[in-house]
């Protein structure tokens, strides 16, 4: 990580102002990707990354609240909070909100995760100030009307609806409640039908004073954007709202603890009337924060992240038993999840569960070839740095590691922890992970024969 010297800077009126504290997290060449973070009185971050060659700029807010932090009878209420700020202000109809970013040609989406929830408005440079003031009022200024709730429900309805016509999609929930069972995290983001139809207008507006508060938030903006200019049309929209009325409040520090995940070796089977059969098989993986996750990023690479992995050349390429057969790791703030997902015909997933079982137990105990090391740790430099090549994606980045972290790493600190990583590390690493004994989540049209034979894959 880089960092550099503090400075601090006073606004002042007929009130005495309280300092906001600026800093240089990441000094840029001549300015650009130069990382800069402001935390005003009131507990509210603002971090910005400015790249003065773009004419765009991507402008976000995170808040500190995923479906983790819901008990069971408010499961998909973050995420229904995510449909209703969109629903009108104060200030602000939702044709308004809409058409007001629509009108300079920008684009307006949120999505809702299980740790946090973002809002965030792309726009050219120019029109920056218009979709700072417009999400700033959706975040601060929300109603959240009855009429709005019962409206909604319908639309958040329908989308479970279109998630569970996905199996695709949807064996990685069922995956999660595999692994951690009926808890926050073990719950789907959207919640199910019971619980939406649940919820009420009340019981969600309280929800939302809970966690949008400003020592919740985060506020990110990359692209051509001037980080002075930037905190002022901020600072002035959350202060006219009266959210930064707690000037010594102050932010809320990035979760950790410890989680455990459930005893190994379980499966799950959700029978439905597909032409595929769904699988992920999968382990306990690791925390976001834990420091092996780079050698962890390799090793999922190299295994089953792209055309050259084993998994995609054992199944598809020298089979032809799947069309997608990927691995991929979910990182949380206290602990973490492994998986290995294939899509394949019925009567062939005891097969392609073989394949994949033999291929975990052999890395686990002889681990991957140097050739094959060296070039995953090649191929995630690469995608690293595509991955990053625009103004949302940066956002994004600085965005979730101020919230996630409470710090901000380079891209070329990021890609010098991933040339570190040695064989040795990775090898231990699949020691540790793919060594442990796997659960399974199906979604398909098994009969009861093929149902019963599901536990050989895990044994």
């Known amino acids: 990580m880089t960092s550099s010297s503090s400075t601090a800077t006073a606004r002042t009126s007929s009130e005495a102002r309280a300092v906001a504290r600026t800093q240089t997290l990441i000094k840029g060449e001549n300015g650009i990707g130069t990382v800069r973070k402001t935390t005003l009185p009131g507990g509210l971050r603002i971090v910005t990354e400015t790249l003065p060659s773009v004419r765009s700029a991507t402008f976000g807010i995170w808040a500190h609240v995923g479906s983790r932090d819901e008990t069971p009878a408010l499961n998909g209420a973050t995420h229904y909070l995510e449909h209703l700020l969109f629903k009108g202000t104060q200030k602000r109809s939702a044709l308004d909100i809409s058409s007001a970013i629509d009108a300079v040609g920008g684009e307006m989406n949120a999505f809702t995760a299980k740790e946090y929830t973002c809002y965030y408005a792309r726009v050219l440079d120019a029109d920056l100030p218009l979709a700072i003031d417009v999400v700033c009022d959706m975040l601060t200024g929300s109603l959240i009307l009855e009429e709005d709730v019962n409206v909604e429900r319908g639309a958040i309805l329908e989308e479970i609806a279109m998630t569970e016509d996905d199996p695709g999609d949807c064996v990685h929930d069922l995956f999660a409640h595999t692994m ?36 919740h938030l985060v506020v990110a903006a990359a692209g051509n954007v001037d980080h002075n200019k930037v905190v002022r049309q901020v600072r002035a929209a959350f202060e006219k709202s009266g959210a930064l009325r707690q000037p010594d409040a102050t932010p809320i520090a990035p979760r950790d603890g410890s989680r455990s995940i459930r005893t190994a070796g379980r499966v799950e089977l959700l029978g439905r009337k597909t032409e595929q059969a769904h699988v992920v098989l999968g382990m306990p993986g690791l925390a976001r924060t834990d420091e092996r996750r780079w050698a962890l990023g390799v090793l999922n690479t190299a295994l089953g992240g792209g055309m050259s992995s084993r998994l995609f050349q ?101 890609l010098g922890r991933i040339a570190a990583v040695t064989p040795d590390d990775v090898r231990e690493v699949a020691r540790e992970i793919l060594g442990q004994r796997p659960s399974l989540s199906v979604i398909g049209p098994l009969k009861d024969k093929q149902a019963s034979r599901l536990h050989e894959a895990v044994a």
Not at 196 to 212: E, G, P, Q
Not at 352 to 364: G, M, S, T
């Open 314 to 414: 054992e199944v598809r390429e020298k089979r032809g038993l799947a069309y997608s057969v990927y691995s991929y790791t979910s990182g949380f703030a206290d602990c973490g999840l492994f998986g290995v997902y294939a899509g394949c015909r019925p009567s062939q997933v005891h097969d392609v569960l073989k394949i994949c079982r033999d291929e975990l137990d052999q890395v686990a105990e002889h681990g991957l070839s140097d050739d094959e090391i060296g070039r995953a740790i090649g191929q995630l430099r690469g995608s690293t740095v595509l991955g990053l090549e625009d103004t949302g994606a940066l956002m994004n980045r600085i965005g979730k590691s101020e919230l996630c972290w409470g710090e901000q790493m380079s891209v070329d600190d990021m």
């Open 180 to 215: 951690l069972g009926d808890t926050p995290l073990g719950r789907p983001v959207l919640g199910t039908v019971d619980t939406v139809n649940a919820l009420t207008a009340d019981r969600i507006r309280r929800f939302y004073k809970k966690h949008y508060d400003p020592t």
